[in-house]
């Protein structure tokens, strides 16, 4: 039990308590569509976690997180490293995020904390009826994801080109170096990627993925195989000397669109207006204090990303309504969480995610609860919402959403829908500076379909396909409006929690982290929270605890993780449990007194680098 002695004021040793059966083939669970994990789990690997003194730079592929540390060694800032390591992202790990989607990021400069919203937009010919059949009803998720209908005008880029100008030291040009170096000269497939794309059907189907990712006989590459992307390497030139405008105007823009637009079966409305209209948004972050009675009790200040994300608003909740449940006198059973607590959290994230449906949507076009989004954070609003869970059981019949302020909410829940690849880079570099960025293309290979100008050079650059997180139905079935349902120019809703840690008396940032995993993000970031705030662990311990979650009332345990008296004990409880993989890929780094320790997900393929 060494690594619960390790607190984030402690210096924590290097552990290794991970020691799972690794199963190599991709599970996909069926067990409940909405259950479907964005990624298919590949191999486990217990990681060692990384102890440095003055910057780390943590990204889920070694060659993306090497691109980071080179930023941070010439003297570059953690945006610096943010942008090397997301363009090498889009060529080492293209089935999660790239510059074909959009991301989240939230920054601290030692003084003020920024939210930078890089979210897609949806087309300015986009209506509620986008996801619907002729018949009225939603479209079957894979319907509504492979083609051009699903794509959103891309934002990471704009969004990165924004943070530099604020925050850059080194020039935009030079952080653009590795990922063009290493498409023009090839890189090894990493066996996760591998993995993925065995398991992947419908990429084969767009014929410049066909012949990029696949061998002449449609075999996927085998992990090792070095792959040369001389397209995306052009791309990534234009974008390092003209900027961001390389990519959302010209000739990329233009295929882009064509690509959207000329898919034969299910194509999308996506235009070079959408494009060259985007505008990446500076947002006010949602912060929250958070304090963690045990003794010595301390005060932290927890902060993510606002609306279009519900990702901080749920792990606050959930973390805000455990506080006012016997939850912090439970500590771990064997080292993970035991069903008493499981309970505890299950319920507290029942109601988060009652909440999550009813109100949260793109703030340019759906109000906060009265008082604002910060209300549903609000302490006395949790403790009332924490009434309604009985400590031992048991589980309530339903989770009905809250209400925060006076005036109650017209719209309708949206319903539980599947949310799929992502990535996640956590940063802190020399200067004081640190951040918490989470990157996807929405599904793994988003829309599948692979963007290439067509002047003869192999590869491209995938497209997302995010639109896919709007409620499919735009109204519920009492005929109120959804507030997260599409419409033109919008933003979708997000589960996207990349999450900042602060001293509330000092002020200090204590920890940067995050995770992919679609509706899970929320339950991967709010474990690892619980784990390094109540439970003492280090940034790779509790990274390494097993995950669970709840999602469409089903209590999910990551598959075995757990025993089976503690799914029998929830079951006792009332709680539907299933066991499923539950492949996030978190990575965290905490401060210690002497300098960071960093953690990434044992689930992926993730390390942390830094001096
Ligand atoms: N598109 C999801 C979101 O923004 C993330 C999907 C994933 O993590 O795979 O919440």
Same mark, same amino acid.
């Given at each position: 039990m060494?690594?619960l002695?390790?607190?984030?004021a402690l210096?924590?040793?290097v552990?290794a308590s991970f020691?799972?059966?690794?199963p190599?083939?991709v599970? *996909?669970p ?9 990624e298919?789990a590949s191999?486990?690997?217990a990681?060692?976690?990384?102890a440095?003194?003055t910057f780390a730079v943590?990204?889920?592929n070694?060659?993306a997180?090497e691109a980071?540390?080179t930023?941070?060694r010439?003297?570059?800032s953690?945006v610096d ?6 363009t090498?992202l889009?060529?080492?790990? !293209?089935q ?5 989607g ?5 920054h ?6 920024q ?7 949806a087309p300015a010919?986009?209506?509620p009826?986008?996801?619907?059949k002729p018949d009225?009803?939603p479209? /079957? ?5 492979v083609?051009g209908r699903s794509? +959103?005008? !891309?934002g990471?880029v704009?969004?990165?080109?924004l %943070?530099?100008r604020?925050h850059?030291?080194l020039?935009w ?6 990922a063009?170096?290493l498409a023009?000269?090839?890189f090894?497939?990493s ?5 993925l794309?065995?398991?992947?059907t419908?990429l084969?189907?767009d #014929?410049v993925a066909a012949r ?10 085998p992990?090792?195989?070095i792959l040369r992307?001389?397209?995306l390497?052009?791309?990534l030139?234009r974008?390092?000397?003209?900027g961001?405008?390389a ?5 990329v823009?233009q295929?882009i669109a064509?690509?959207v637009q000329?898919? /034969?079966?299910n194509?999308g ?8 209209a985007?505008q ?5 972050p949602?912060?929250?204090a958070?304090r ?9 200040r927890?902060?993510?990303? #606002?609306?279009?994300s519900?990702g901080?608003l749920a792990?606050?909740q959930i973390?805000?309504t ?5 939850a912090s006198?439970?500590?771990?059973e064997?080292?993970?969480?035991g069903?008493p ?6 319920e ?5 995610f009652?909440?999550?449906?009813q109100?949260?949507?793109d703030?340019?076009?759906? $109000? ?5 989004? %910060? $209300? ?12 309604l869970?009985?400590p031992?059981?048991p589980?309530? !019949? ?8 006076a005036?109650r909410? $017209?719209?309708a829940p949206m319903a539980a ?7 996640h880079?956590s940063?802190v570099?020399?200067?004081?500076n640190a951040?918490?960025?989470t990157?996807?293309i ?6 599948r379909l692979?963007?290439n *100008?067509g ?6 650059f995938?497209?997302?396909n995010?639109?896919?997180?709007f409620?499919?139905? #735009? ?6 409006l ?10 979708p *809703?997000?589960s996207m929690?990349?999450t ?14 995050g995770?992919p995993?679609?509706?899970f993000i ?6 690892t929270?619980?784990?390094?705030l ?5 940034a790779?311990?509790?990274i390494d605890?097993p995950?669970?979650?709840?999602m ?11 025993? /089976?008296a503690?799914?029998?004990?929830l079951?006792?409880? +009332?709680?539907?449990v ?6 996030? +890929? ?11 320790f960093?953690g990434a997900?044992?689930?992926?393929e993730g390390?942390?680098?830094?001096d």
């Amino acid at each position: 039990m060494r690594q619960l002695l390790c607190t984030l004021a402690l210096a924590c040793a290097v552990t290794a308590s991970f020691a799972q059966t690794a199963p190599s083939a991709v599970a *996909r669970p069926e067990a409940a569509s909405a259950i479907a994990q964005p990624e298919g789990a590949s191999a486990l690997r217990a990681k060692p976690g990384w102890a440095t003194r003055t910057f780390a730079v943590a990204a889920a592929n070694p060659l993306a997180t090497e691109a980071g540390y080179t930023m941070l060694r010439a003297g570059g800032s953690a945006v610096d490293a943010a942008v090397a390591v997301q363009t090498v992202l889009s060529l080492v790990e !293209p089935q999660s995020s790239g510059i074909g989607g959009g991301a989240f990021l939230l920054h601290f400069d030692g003084k003020a904390i920024q939210a930078f919203d890089g979210r897609e937009t949806a087309p300015a010919t986009a209506t509620p009826a986008l996801f619907l059949k002729p018949d009225g009803q939603p479209m /079957a998720m894979r319907q509504a994801t492979v083609g051009g209908r699903s794509v +959103g005008a !891309p934002g990471v880029v704009p969004m990165l080109a924004l %943070a530099h100008r604020q925050h850059g030291k080194l020039p935009w040009a030079q952080l653009f170096a590795p990922a063009i170096a290493l498409a023009r000269d090839g890189f090894a497939v990493s066996p996760r990627m591998a993995t993925l794309l065995a398991a992947e059907t419908d990429l084969k189907t767009d #014929p410049v993925a066909a012949r990029y990712f696949f061998d002449a006989s449609g075999q996927p590459w085998p992990a090792g195989h070095i792959l040369r992307n001389p397209e995306l390497a052009a791309v990534l030139q234009r974008i390092a000397s003209e900027g961001p405008s390389a990519l959302t105007e010209g000739t990329v823009a233009q295929a882009i669109a064509a690509k959207v637009q000329g898919h /034969a079966s299910n194509p999308g409305g996506l235009t070079a207006n959408d494009l060259s209209a985007y505008q990446p948004i500076e947002r006010t972050p949602l912060c929250m204090a958070y304090r963690v009675a045990q003794a010595p009790p301390r005060n932290y200040r927890l902060c993510g990303m #606002p609306p279009p994300s519900s990702g901080m608003l749920a792990v606050g909740q959930i973390l805000g309504t455990l506080a006012h449940t016997p939850a912090s006198t439970l500590a771990l059973e064997a080292e993970k969480p035991g069903a008493p607590w499981l309970h505890l959290y299950t319920e507290a994230a029942r109601l988060a995610f009652a909440d999550r449906a009813q109100f949260v949507a793109d703030p340019q076009f759906v $109000s906060a609860p009265e008082g604002g989004w %910060a $209300s549903l954070l609000d302490d006395a609003y949790l403790a009332q919402r924490a009434t309604l869970i009985s400590p031992n059981g048991p589980r309530m !019949p339903r989770a009905l959403p809250g209400q925060a302020g006076a005036v109650r909410s $017209s719209y309708a829940p949206m319903a539980a829908q599947t949310e799929h690849g992502t990535s996640h880079i956590s940063v802190v570099d020399a200067w004081g500076n640190a951040l918490a960025m989470t990157t996807t293309i929405e599904d793994a290979w988003g829309a599948r379909l692979m963007v290439n *100008r067509g002047v003869g050079l192999e590869g491209g650059f995938l497209l997302n396909n995010q639109l896919t997180d709007f409620s499919f139905a #735009p109204t519920g079935a009492d005929g109120k409006l959804v507030a997260n349902r599409v419409e033109p120019g919008k933003r979708p *809703r997000s589960s996207m929690s990349p999450t900042l840690v602060f001293d509330a008396d000092s002020g200090q940032l204590l920890a940067t982290l995050g995770s992919p995993g679609g509706a899970f993000i929320i339950h991967f970031t709010a474990k690892t929270l619980y784990a390094l705030l109540h439970w003492g662990l280090n940034a790779q311990t509790a990274i390494d605890l097993p995950n669970f979650g709840v999602m469409d009332e089903v209590l999910v345990l990551e598959k075995g993780r757990f025993d /089976a008296a503690t799914a029998s004990a929830l079951r006792a409880r +009332g709680h539907t449990v299933v066991q499923v993989p539950l492949p996030s +890929g978190l990575q965290a780094i905490a401060r210690t007194p002497t300098g960071w320790f960093g953690g990434a997900d044992p689930r992926r393929e993730g390390v942390v680098l830094g001096d």
